[in-house]
Every structure is written in structure tokens, then in C-alpha cells.
């Protein structure tokens, strides 16, 4: 074995230009956010730096007993697939991942610590190896074999200086993935409640609708067909709300005619449907057209979940509805004198989606929603967001 102990060359005038090179690498990777990009560009970097034939970058898994990524250079796709799965965190690779300081040597194979190639892996001797440092953790390592000539200090440095930027860069591809993923659960808890609010309320009055159209079909034909038609005019509104999330649109009806009579409407097409006398009130909100449309989405939205809960649990005929801007904020309440329930009970929440879906909603605009009941007292909804000019 020909092992070399780490030391500082001296400045030579062919340092400025490799240490150049390593500061372009860096700042032509900085600028990439996901991880898989940035593993390549960085295993690239390493590998002509310092004249590698062979490079590669590891990153351990959770776990430690093998590589999450292990990017290669200098190998043909062909190579890559001769040889099989990834490497095991095994040997002079799993070396890397516990040790911090870098490790240079002139025959791998003489190595104590090493163990086998695979049948179709290169048989390799010049080996270098610098592990990549965050915060006192090593996250990864690159590995850099077969240089004519063997690999020396200056080198061993270059590759240590890549390899403390490229840690840094790692980890803010991490944060990166993190937030995407974090996005994308957000998103999706969006979409739930979108799904819900737009069409749950819709689906409901169509099955009641059928139901009656079906049950008095034969006594009364001309109220079945009237029945029918209404159902119809609920299945085109469904589709229209579904058609609107799908391209992120604002639901139809605002897109239309804005907060103040899309809430009149809502209230008109629910009362029809299901013989409940609405009242609204929307002071303020008449005029003004100057709401976000996040803020008009938010309210509408609360106002039909408020109303199809009147609906579906609280045995009344009646409910009023009063939207108003005032100050800073867009106020909604949404009253019944219905059989009222328990907001604190325990199962409330797990049973209605649309209770967490309208607190949800309001507390991302920064808003507050209240839910006041007790059984045989009605429900009255409040929310109040601000209105976001």
C-alpha cells in the first residue's frame, strides 16, 4: 500500500487557477435546487478537477447500510448496468462516510479495507476519497480512483475545498426537496377541501333531488319532471365547479357575478332545492369589487358549507345569511335556530370534514372562524377575514 499523510503543498502559480476552477463549479451549481441535478453537476466537477477516469458521489440513506444516491462519472451507461444495484456502504466506501478526514492511496486493492469488485466492475488502483462535512456530519462522499500517475496533495485539497461548498449546496437541495414536499402535501390538503366544498354540497341535493323525483314519479309525473330538471341544473353546476378546480379557477358563479350575488344565487338554488327559506343580507359587499379573489373564494365557500350543514343536521326550514365589509375585514355569519349541536365534542371534527375545511380555510387567509351551538339553540357560523386590498 501506498498511502500518503495529508499535507499542504506549497503555493504554486497553477493553485489560483484549480482553486478558480473549483469557485466556477460552485457557483454554476448554486443556482440548481433539486438534488438529483445537483449531485451530477458536483460528481462532474470532482472528476475533472483533478483528472480523475473514474468519480463518484455518495449520499448514505437513513438507515446507513446503503447509498440513498450514488452518482457516477466516467462510466458508460452499459458500465453502469453490468455492474447491478448500488453499492452497499461497505468497505473503503463505508470508510468515507465515518471518518472525516480525506484518505489517498496508490493501489486500492492492497487496502486492508478492502473487500471485492464486482465481476463487472473495473479493477481500479489510485484512490482518493473526501468525505463531505456539514455541520460536524458527514452527509456523503466523493470518490475519485484511477489518475495517471496517482493522485497528490494538491489534489486531495482541491477536491476538500469542492467538497466543503458542495456539503452546503447539498443540504439546500435537501431543504429544497423538503419544502416541495411539503408543498405538495399542502396542495393536496387543498385540493381535499376543494373537493369537498364544491362538490359534496352538490352531490348531496342531487341524491335528495332523485329520491323524490323517484318517489313521486308515478303519483304526480309533472312534479317528478320538474324534480328532474332541477337535478339536472345541479349535475351542470357540479360539473362547472369541478371544471373550475381543475383549472384553478375561482367557482363559476363568483367568476360570473361576484361575492355578493353568487352568495344570493347559492342561497336561491339551495332554498329550491331543498325547501329552506334563506334571508341574505350583504351589506357593503354589494358595491364593492375590490375583494382578492382568495378573500370572495374563502367567504362563498364558508357560506355554502354553513348552509349545507343547515341542511343536512340542523332541522330547520329556515336560516339567514349576512355578508359585510367593513374596515379591514369581510365578515359572513350564517344563522339557523335548528337542533344545534356540540362544537367540542370529540367526533364533531371526524365527522364533518367541512368544520375543519372552513377553519382551514379562513386561518390561511389570517382570518378567524367561530362555530357557536349547543344542542337545541341553533348554530351560528361567524368568520372574518381581512379583505386583502
Keep these: 500500500m501506498a498511502a500518503h499523510v495529508h499535507g499542504r503543498p506549497g503555493v504554486e502559480a497553477s493553485a489560483s487557477a ?19 441535478p445537483v ?35 466516467g462510466m458508460s451507461d452499459e458500465l453502469i448496468e453490468a455492474i447491478g444495484p448500488l453499492p452497499r456502504t461497505h468497505g473503503l466506501l463505508a470508510a468515507m462516510l465515518t471518518d472525516p478526514a480525506p484518505y489517498r492511496t496508490d493501489d486500492i486493492g492492497a487496502d486492508p ?12 488502483r489510485s484512490f482518493l476519497g473526501v468525505p463531505l462535512v456539514f455541520k460536524g456530519d458527514i452527509v456523503g462522499a466523493f470518490y475519485l480512483t484511477d489518475k495517471d500517475g496517482g493522485f497528490g496533495p494538491a489534489d486531495e485539497d482541491l477536491v476538500q475545498v469542492l467538497a466543503a461548498h458542495a456539503a452546503v449546496v447539498i443540504e439546500h437541495a435537501r431543504l429544497y426537496e423538503a419544502s416541495r414536499q411539503l408543498s405538495i402535501t399542502e396542495e393536496r390538503s387543498r385540493l381535499a377541501r376543494e373537493l ?11 341524491n335528495l333531488m332523485l329520491e323524490a323525483a323517484a318517489s313521486t314519479v308515478d303519483a304526480d309525473p309533472e312534479s317528478a319532471r320538474a324534480m328532474l330538471g332541477r337535478a339536472g341544473e345541479l349535475v351542470d353546476a357540479a360539473l362547472a365547479e369541478l371544471r373550475a378546480l381543475i383549472f384553478e379557477l375561482r367557482p363559476p358563479a363568483l367568476e360570473a357575478d361576484g361575492l355578493a350575488a353568487a352568495v344570493r344565487k347559492h342561497a336561491e338554488v ?7 327559506a334563506v334571508a341574505v343580507s350583504v351589506p357593503g359587499a ?6 382578492a379573489p382568495e378573500v370572495e373564494r374563502a367567504i362563498y365557500r364558508v357560506v355554502q358549507e354553513a348552509l349545507h350543514n343547515v341542511v343536512r343536521h340542523a332541522g330547520t326550514a329556515s336560516a339567514s345569511v349576512a355578508v359585510e365589509v ?8 350564517v344563522r339557523d335556530e335548528g337542533v344545534g349541536f356540540d362544537p367540542a365534542a370529540r367526533a364533531i371534527a371526524s365527522r364533518r370534514l367541512g368544520l375543519v375545511s372552513m377553519r382551514e380555510r379562513v386561518a390561511a387567509l389570517g382570518g378567524e372562524l367561530d362555530v357557536l351551538s349547543s344542542p337545541g339553540t341553533g348554530t351560528t357560523v361567524r368568520a372574518r377575514v381581512p379583505h386583502g386590498r
Design 286 to 291: 354589494e358595491e364593492d369589487a375590490s375583494l
Design 113 to 124: 479495507r478492502f473487500e471485492w469488485w464486482p465481476a463487472a466492475h473495473p479493477r481500479m
Design 196 to 206: 369537498h366544498d364544491a362538490l359534496t354540497q352538490r352531490l348531496f341535493s342531487l
Design 18 to 36: 484549480a482553486l478558480q476552477a473549483v469557485s466556477e463549479a460552485v457557483l454554476g451549481i448554486a443556482g440548481e435546487l433539486a438534488l438529483e
Design 326 to 333: 367593513d374596515g379591514d375585514a369581510v365578515s359572513v355569519t
Design 39 to 73: 449531485l451530477q453537476r458536483l460528481v462532474h466537477a470532482a472528476h475533472h478537477l483533478v483528472g480523475a477516469r473514474y468519480a463518484a458521489l455518495g449520499i448514505p440513506d437513513e438507515e446507513g447500510t446503503g447509498f440513498a444516491h450514488f452518482i457516477t462519472a
Design 270 to 276: 339551495l332554498g329550491r332545492a331543498h325547501g329552506l
